[in-house]
């Protein structure tokens, strides 16, 4: 399964995207701000421009997985309900770590995680847990062999 992240607004406390599966629209993201980084790069420029909980994840391809149970999120009883607390988590991010795809409604849910929802409001997403849940059921329904793209439409 493909997903791509095509962010498409960038400023200095958050970046906003367009998320799709497979060639289809599913919602939109908030992150925190593109610094520029991209999974090329050397791991020593990633560690220089990143600014910890600030930043966006690289631009490129990485892998996603759905059986990771996440040590922040088991301790929600909405995440417990819902999927056990495994998260969509994106893995070999250089750099980062524990990136996880989770609702919430700006930058500062974010701390380096993709969040999901819809962009009607400026700097922000709306409606996170039904884009949530509708981005899940699709993840979860491929089981494995999920990765994702992310590229922007912006220069950073």
């Given amino acids: 399964m493909k997903v791509e992240l095509k962010r498409v607004f960038n400023c200095p406390t958050y970046c906003i995207g367009h998320l799709y599966v497979d060639g289809f629209y599913v919602c939109d993201t908030i992150e925190d701000t593109d610094r520029g980084l991209s999974q090329g790069m050397p791991l020593s420029e990633v560690i ?3 600014v910890k909980h600030q930043t966006a994840i690289p631009t490129g391809s990485f892998p996603v ?3 990771i149970v996440s040590n922040s999120f088991k301790k929600k009883n909405y995440y417990m309900k819902y999927c056990r607390g495994k998260m969509p988590r994106i ?3 250089p750099g980062f770590d524990g990136i996880l795809i989770h609702r919430g409604n ?5 701390s380096g995680c993709l969040i999901v929802g ?3 409001v400026k700097g922000k997403v709306v409606e996170s847990q039904a884009a949530f849940e509708k981005l899940y059921e699709i993840l979860a329904s491929a089981k494995d062999n999920i990765s994702i793209t992310i590229t922007r439409t912006y220069k950073a």
Avoid at 106 to 110: A, H, R
Wanted: positive net charge.
């Fill in 48 to 50: 220089k421009r990143k």
């Fill in 65 to 67: 997985v759905m059986n």
């Fill in 91 to 93: 893995l070999s991010v």
């Fill in 106 to 110: 700006d930058q500062n849910s974010s």
């Fill in 118 to 120: 819809y962009n009607k």
